[in-house]
């Protein structure tokens, strides 16, 4: 054998060997050693790294909670259950804290919106009809339809109706939120699962042109605020619901034409209760 290659072998192997021990020695030395609570707390979490909790994924929530940066039962999608077994595993109390629900805030479906004079033709998503036209409602304010909400869902808690509109499927939504996140309407919003009045629309038109573009629309007539007591109040032609003044004895349901303001529909896997 070439002695020129007996040396560039030897060489190379020796440098092998040292950065090998180099880099044994470095690891040794510099290792900085993983609080064992984080492995414990991150095999309880569920595992769908849905950034509900506001980290950006569950281990990273193990570590803000072990760390004191985040509450123990901020992990929507596991629930109280696994708020308890991480609170057991720390040593602390935790409060139990009510299930949050995403809410559609819009009845505006296919047989409620007046449709514009052009039809649309695009991509039949919600970000692009909100970018490109607007949609073929003449609301600028309600559901497009597009149901970009349902494909956001990992829990398939959500579907689209024969009108056109989400529904919620409660028993398998967990509350990530990712829904709200990926409607570009606004007309989803996460509240408390005991909640049970809304106010079904977004249209801040005036009464006028509201009524003109959807039968279901608010009107901003006022009779709903005029009777709460300041549970709600007429904000830009659209009645808003303060629910720390609220209360729904107050509240004449009836007088409203378009049931705006209403008590919840809910659905259990697909069925109308």
């Known amino acids: 054998m070439d002695l020129t290659l007996i040396i560039a072998i030897a060489t190379m192997g020796g440098l092998g060997f040292l ?25 309880l979490l569920p595992g769908a790294n849905c950034g509900a909790c506001g980290k950006a994924g569950c281990y990273d929530y193990a570590v803000n909670i072990v760390e004191n940066n985040a509450p123990v039962n901020g992990c929507p999608v596991g629930g109280n259950e696994t708020a308890v077994l991480i609170a057991e595993i720390l040593g602390v109390e935790t409060n139990a804290s009510v299930k949050m629900i995403p809410r559609i805030l819009c009845r505006g479906g ?12 695009g991509p039949l998503s919600c970000s692009a009809m909100d970018i490109v036209s607007g949609g073929d409602k003449l ?34 939504c967990t509350g990530c939120g990712m829904c709200v996140k990926a409607c570009p309407r606004n007309v989803i919003e996460m509240h408390p699962q005991d909640r049970n009045v809304f106010v079904y629309c ?15 629309s608010c009107m901003g007539c006022g009779i709903c605020a005029r009777k709460s007591e300041g549970g709600v109040e007429i904000v830009n032609n659209l009645a808003v619901i303060n629910y720390d003044k609220f209360v729904e004895s107050n509240i004449p349901f009836d ?6 303001i209403d008590r919840i ?9």
């Open 19 to 43: 950065f090998a021990g180099g880099l044994a020695i470095a690891d040794k030395k510099l290792r900085v050693e993983e609080n064992p609570l984080i492995g414990k707390i991150n095999d």
């Open 110 to 121: 296919n047989s409620e919106a007046v449709k514009k004079m052009a039809e649309y033709f």
């Open 139 to 172: 609301c600028y304010y309600g559901c497009l339809g597009g149901g970009d909400c349902v494909n956001a869902c990992p829990f398939n808690a959500m579907l689209m109706n024969s009108d056109g509109i989400p529904e919620v499927i409660e028993e398998l």
């Open 202 to 216: 977004k249209n801040q038109d005036d009464p006028k042109r509201s009524k003109d573009v959807c039968t279901v």
């Open 255 to 260: 007088k409203c034409k378009t049931k705006a």
């Open 265 to 273: 529909d809910k659905i259990s896997t697909g069925q109308n209760n």
